[in-house]
């Protein structure tokens, strides 16, 4: 069978099955707030039971379609497809650098106006982020925010951290945005001044691999050292006792009771 | 012409099952999976396990509420100890997290997690796929906010207060419900506790469903942009002794590896790396290899640049004939690690034993007799050393067990429990009777600093292995409220969390005879 007919094949299965799925979870969705819905203390077996029972032929169906898709991928297999590449525009720089010890005047002004311009939009995000975590930080050292119901204090608290935190991430991808076209931006003055040879090559040297193995072998000695002698002090300080109590008893939170 | 025929088809199933049998890695997940639930019985007893064990953390995300959990989940843990964090600094659970991150870093998200085996499994369903772009990869720095918020803030403010609350564990975590809530409340001898389950139940069921459904068509959807404990792990991904790592002198920056991984990496190894190997095989230098000794693990050092387009898992992938010491040492590991596993199921499931169940202290029984001690509180109107039921014969006795980890336990004594002494006063008892199991905590001091002085409870503490709460078939769940008429009879039991409404309906039809 040709590619182009079986991968049709697999995306009109896949669409099915994807639509099954989603209405199975709305289904589970709805029965679980229909329970919920039904009274004081709503939840019993046999309540339980017996809204599963009405879903259930979708269930089923779901669970045949997904047995179903695993016949069809035997007998109507896919063909690999390609990984596609994810070059890092970075890491493309670097080595552009590591093969340039210094660009010519009309390469290397652009080129250093745009390293300029990047490390500026990091500071300022970073600035802007951090003055955005000050809020959120004086709000949960105020014990006053936190006297009241539990679970109002805590979806207040969500709210204003998920708002906070909303806009951080807004601010970091714009940045990220912003920085990815810059770099690629000196990424292309570097290939245009190497085309036209307008640089003074770098000379090869021995990495400095060594140091980074160091720096890495000193941090990985320390956190050792450290967990060790933490896991030491806790046993003697009760730490262990108190994970040990707490295992042994059903956590009602985490299960959803209370 | 037969003979042929049938040696082709023989081949070709052949080859069928060597490109499905499970891979290696997925073997150490199941492995993983089933150790981090060797309590089997669990299931059966409906008993979660109970014993030493527990003082370990598991490595990955493993609800320690699961009928079959065999040891306590790290960020449990975590969060439960920053409760106690105004008395004692936690250093134990954060010595074993910088433990577990040196060692594996996010490679137990890769190859121990039960939770992350699961989303494997779900993302093998064949439905298109949402890839991953710039906008996952922002919001994979989501799981952070969470690990903040709920995980470090919350329970630390709450200490203050000297309230449990785990955030993360009561608000989001999925394992507690999919493992704990379902694993119990499958099982008969729990269908008591259906009457718990509420607004709480309701909310995370919910977010279970959308994990679960979001984890189709998203790869490790829960893990890439919700659970804290990826988020801590990744931290140590760069130093880890277990991992991925990328060999620069080797890399052309070809960007294969990127492009294969369904993670939001942006290189290979960093903190969202969790280990998978997808990517060592598609680099056609062999820049990619894992980090550890390379004689658990192939490095997949052929000399050779390998096809692009293989999809093997790279700890099954071809290389140089591996040295006979290699299959020796491979062979022991192997060994020990199924001894390990057959070790631990026999001691789960037949060796440790459950407490016996006691149907006894149902209603309209006579309640048992235990002389149980009397703490010595700011508040103590009994002025005895010992109680037991018997001593309050004559009066309608509200009889409560808590436990000081249980936020629900200590919500109620707080909001609930008073209100019946600002009705009833003098003409009720009531007995609170604390878990035999203290471990350090001061359970006086802690009574005094956050209970009514005044009101008029009688705070004890359980005999040895918690024999009145067993006797009234207590499990391992608290609270549990039981309240007597005059002659000493159950009237009124209930597992979990009540009301005042509840209590005040009881007490009011047998004050009125």
Known sequence: ?258 | MKNTETSQKKSSLGQWISNHRPTKRRIIQLYAALLANANLKGFKSGWIYMGNAKYACTPGLNCYSCPAASASCPLGALQNALRDSNKTIPFYIIGILMLYGFLFGRFICGFLCPFGLIQDLLHKIKTPKIKKNRLTRTASYFKYVLLAYLVISLPLTYAVQNYPLPGFCKYICPSGILLGAVGLLSNEFNHDLFRSLGPLFTWKFLLLVIFIVGAVFIYRFFCRFFCPLGALYGLFNKISWLGVKMDNSKCTNCGLCVGTCDMDIRHVGDHECISCGKCVNVCPTNAISYKGPKILLAPNETGTPLKAKQNIDPCDAPGTPLPKKTKIVRLIVAITMFAVLGGALVYYNFIHKDPERVTGGEVGNICPEIEMTVYDTNNAPYHGNTISPSDTRGKVTVINFWYIYCGGCVTELQEEFPLLHDKYGDRIEVIVVHSNQEFGSNIPEWINANLSTDSGFIFTRDIENEKFFRDLGGTSAWPITIILDEFGVIQYKVKGNTTFDAMSEVIDNLLNG
């Open chain 1, 1 to 258: 069978m040709a590619n182009e007919k079986r991968k049709r094949i697999h995306l009109i299965y896949g669409c099915i099955l994807s639509v099954l799925l989603i209405l199975m979870g709305i289904a589970l969705i709805t029965s679980c707030l229909d329970i919920y819905n039904s009274g004081d203390k709503p939840y019993t077996p046999e309540s339980v039971v017996n809204h599963f029972h009405k879903i259930s032929p979708l269930i089923y169906l779901t669970i045949a379609a997904i047995v179903g898709g695993i016949i069809l991928n035997l007998a109507i297999p896919l063909p690999q497809s390609r990984p596609k590449a994810i070059r890092d525009n970075y890491e493309a720089l670097i080595r552009l650098r590591s093969k340039v010890d210094a660009l010519n005047p009309e390469y290397d002004l652009p080129a250093k106006q745009e390293q300029k311009k990047r490390r500026s939009l990091q500071i300022i995000s970073a600035v802007v982020c951090v003055l955005l975590c000050i809020h959120p930080l004086v709000y949960f050292c105020n014990q006053q925010n936190f006297v009241g119901t539990v679970t109002d204090c805590v979806v207040k608290a969500m709210i204003l951290c998920l708002s906070y935190a909303f806009v951080v991430l807004l601010v970091t991808f714009a940045c990220k945005l912003v920085c990815q076209k810059s770099v690629s931006k000196e990424i292309e003055i570097y290939k245009k001044a190497i085309a036209e040879k307008a640089y003074s090559p770098a000379a090869p040297g021995p990495k400095n691999i060594s140091n980074e193995k160091m720096r890495i072998f000193v941090i990985r000695a320390i956190v050792v050292s450290v967990a060790f002698v933490f896991i030491v002090l806790g046993i003697f300080n009760g730490g262990a006792e108190a994970v040990l109590s707490k295992a042994n008893a059903i956590c009602m939170e985490c299960i959803g009771m209370g």
